[in-house]
């Protein structure tokens, strides 16, 4: 069951961790004016893509391969507190370290925080 279980894990398949379980790895997070991006060390074409331009999600995201298996993600502060809206994941990845899966109707909301600011 092990070796099965391994064999599934979707990194071990090149595929991207997914939302909301992101990555075991370290990650980066760079902003721009339009934009956040996590860029993630584990697998090296691996980011997430956060619009913070006002846009609304596609009427009929395509979860398609690569950039919708961590799905359309749009962003915005509510203090100091990015709020992170995601839909249009595809079915490859999981949605936990245990290996629960989901459906292409997967719709996450995040808050991420900063606890303590590094310099």
Same mark, same amino acid.
């Given at each position: 069951m092990k070796l099965v279980f391994r064999k599934t894990i979707p990194e071990s398949r090149c595929l991207p961790a997914g939302v909301p379980r992101i990555?075991?790895?370290?990650?980066? =997070?760079?902003? *721009?004016?339009?934009? =956040?991006?996590?860029?993630?060390?584990?697998? =090296?074409? /691996?980011?997430?893509? =956060?619009?913070?331009?006002c846009r609304s999600h596609p009427a009929d995201p395509d979860p398609s391969w690569y950039g919708h298996s961590i799905g359309h993600s749009i962003g915005h502060f509510e203090g100091k507190t990015l709020v992170v809206d995601t839909v249009g994941c595809n079915d490859l990845s999981w949605f936990d370290?245990?290996?629960? /899966?989901? *459906?292409e109707r997967l719709h996450t909301q995040l808050g991420l925080s900063a606890v303590k600011l590094i310099p």
């Open positions: 990555a075991p790895y370290p990650w980066r =997070i760079v902003q *721009t004016p339009a934009h =956040i991006f996590f860029l993630f060390e584990g697998n =090296i074409h /691996s980011y997430r893509q =956060i619009f913070m331009d370290f245990k290996g629960q /899966s989901h *459906t």
